[in-house]
């Protein structure tokens, strides 16, 4: 499974990560910058620092727990629902009995299964998925738990409090982090009803961030991006797409459709984005890995 990855990796721009994990900017106990005075956290803990930065050869070697946070892709993937959106197909065009080789061909909307929304999604101008630079899709993240609430709200939003909370259980989100909530929702994955939730006027309903913590995790924690385990960063019954907006402003992406968030620790993990490199895309399937050293994470079901 190791060799498998660093394969995925080196073909989705992994070679410029050859440097190591550590090329990252991990936080330590000594180099921690100072908390600037805004009204998002409460004196939060400072991140514990891993004891030792994992590495590329760490990861070769198995010593670092890794989680698979795609979905696999097949017709009954779940996908935006609008006009002119398609189900995944696939179609074997050659076999290994009549052709020698097995050969298939695929077609898809970009925003189907595990996906990555580009900053050009919804803002002109900005960068297409083939022009997201290769550094910013491996780095740091957290993870923030918002299960309990979901489960009495389907269309709650990941809230700066949420923020201030995880802050001060878990430490400062690190700069240049990609932050993710954990809402829940993945239960309903293979139920596509149930995951897209309409209701009686045809309206979805599921969760998503606040457009005030993006905006604070943007200006004040520099993210690369966030993600989730629903069909969007906004949340269902959204209509203008705040969260789309600000994070294609700012250069940051999205990631939607995200599993198995549930394995993961709240922090003290690096995250591997790999989406397919479409030529002026909006976005694309892609797989992500979660990887950390089980003894740097800090708690959760993961740790």
């Not at 940051?252 to 690096?270: I, S, V």
Request: charged share 20%; glycine share 8%; proline share 8%.
């Amino acid at each position: 499974m190791t060799r498998a990855l660093l394969v995925a990796l080196a073909l989705a721009g992994g070679v410029a990560f050859s440097a190591g994990i550590d090329a990252l900017e991990q936080p330590s106990a000594a180099g921690q910058a100072p908390l600037e005075p805004d009204a998002a956290v409460d004196s939060p803990q400072p991140a514990a620092p891993p004891s030792a930065t994992p590495t590329l050869a760490d990861l070769a070697a198995g010593k670092l727990k890794l989680v698979d946070l795609a979905w696999p892709l097949n017709d009954k993937s779940a996908y935006w629902p609008g006009e002119n959106y398609q189900p995944f197909e696939l179609h074997t065009i050659a076999t290994l009995e009549k052709d020698g080789v097995l050969s298939k061909t695929f077609s898809s909307p970009e925003h189907l299964g595990t996906h990555l929304d580009a900053p050009n999604h919804f803002e002109r101008g900005k960068p297409s998925v083939d022009q997201i630079p290769a550094e910013d899709l491996f780095s740091h993240a957290v993870v923030i738990d918002v299960r309990g609430p979901v489960s009495a709200d389907a269309d709650y939003l990941v809230s700066l409090d949420d923020v201030r909370r995880f802050e001060r259980e878990h430490g400062r989100i690190p700069q240049h982090a990609v932050v993710l909530a954990n809402t829940g929702w993945s239960k309903f994955w293979k139920n596509s009803t149930r995951y897209q939730n309409r209701d009686v006027r045809g309206r979805l309903h599921f969760p998503g961030f606040s457009p005030e913590a993006v905006k604070f995790l943007i200006d004040k924690r520099e993210v690369r991006g966030v993600g989730l385990d629903t069909l969007s960063v906004d949340r269902g019954i959204s209509r203008d797409f705040p969260v789309h907006h600000l994070l294609g402003q700012a250069e940051c992406y999205g990631l939607e459709n995200l599993a198995h968030l549930d394995e993961l620790p709240p922090a003290g993990f690096y995250l591997f984005v790999a989406p397919i490199k479409i030529e002026t895309g909006s976005g694309g399937p892609a797989r992500v890995f979660a990887a950390w050293a089980p003894s740097d994470a800090t708690g959760g079901d993961g740790s």
